[in-house]
């Protein structure tokens, strides 16, 4: 696929790879990279498991379910 914009401009270098991934339509996996790559994104992921996870197998164990 062709790259119909003029990406010669200075201003816009840092916005090429999104652009791309906006254009390929895997502007999801993009954001999932960028986010494991970071330490503080990593971290808040990791987080956000556990705290499910946690979640869930208190509601599991609350209602009675096992």
Request: charged residues 30%.
């Amino acid at each position: 696929m062709p790259d119909e914009k003029n990406h010669e401009d200075k201003g816009w270098e840092g916005f090429r790879e999104v652009d791309r991934a906006i254009a390929e339509d895997r502007l999801t996996s993009y954001t999932w990279k960028k986010t494991w790559a970071d330490p503080w994104g990593k971290a808040g992921l990791v987080l956000f498991g556990v705290l499910f996870t946690a979640f869930v197998i208190f509601v599991i164990i609350y209602d009675g379910l096992i």
